[in-house]
């Protein structure tokens, strides 16, 4: 198995697999689209890490690996699909004399975003939320940057403090245009405001299906 040893574990991976997928786990069978993985890595590590578990079903059931080919497509998307590359750990466990299943480990990343190549060559950053792989909000990539820079200098005056008492009225949330529109600003420096109190950590981003909301009291 590509020189990775193989330990058992079949009562281990029997209890990672009865936690279902959730924010830190997703459950791979067919391992075919390297851009696809590339998704999965950006959004583990863009968040507080995951793993892949290679050989499971949807339906939990412990097929294992097919073959080498699978790691190496994951290998793949993690150094060619990912910007930057991603480091992925991989254990080997032997469920049963003819059945491996493969934990991919994918650690958070030092440096935020970590992005993902589409089909037609675009990057994107991903991020984990629940057992879905959701693309990330613009305002998150620039406040990450931006958290990345350093040397923030934050002041809550003026609209600021108005943005802070606006989301403590809101039940779910704002989007930028109801920011905007609530401090009678333009939305380009409502953006602005917001990519600089979410890079300070001041308020954060709360994915309400199908978009991300802007909150407060919550990290990136």
């Excluded at 009678?184 to 953006?191: K, Q």
Aim: with cysteine; proline share 4%.
């Amino acid at each position: 198995m590509k020189d990775i040893p193989v330990i058992r574990g079949r009562n281990y991976i029997a209890s990672l697999v009865a936690e279902g997928e959730h924010v830190h786990q997703d459950f791979k069978f067919v391992i075919s689209d390297a851009r696809k993985i590339a998704r999965s890595i950006s959004a583990f590590a863009n968040a507080d890490g995951g793993r892949l578990l290679i050989g499971v079903k949807d339906n939990g059931t412990l097929a294992g690996v097919r073959n080498d080919e699978d790691i190496y497509v994951i290998e793949q998307a993690a150094e060619r699909y990912c910007d930057p590359p991603q480091n992925v750990e991989f254990t080997a466990f032997r469920i049963d004399p003819a059945t491996v299943v493969i934990r991919a480990s994918i650690p958070q990343a030092a440096s935020r975003p970590v992005r993902a190549q589409e089909p037609d060559g675009r990057w994107r950053a991903y991020y984990r939320v629940a057992d879905e792989n959701i693309a990330a909000h613009p305002l998150m990539e620039r406040a990450w940057i931006e958290r990345e820079r350093g040397s923030l200098t934050l002041r809550l005056d003026g609209d600021a403090s108005r943005l802070l008492a606006l989301l403590a009225e809101s039940a779910g949330g704002l989007e930028v245009r109801d920011v905007a529109l609530g401090l009678a600003i333009s939305e380009r420096r409502a953006e602005n405001m917001i990519v600089k109190l979410a890079a300070a950590g001041v308020i954060g981003f709360a994915y309400h299906a199908p978009r991300f909301m802007i909150v407060a009291g919550e990290g990136l």
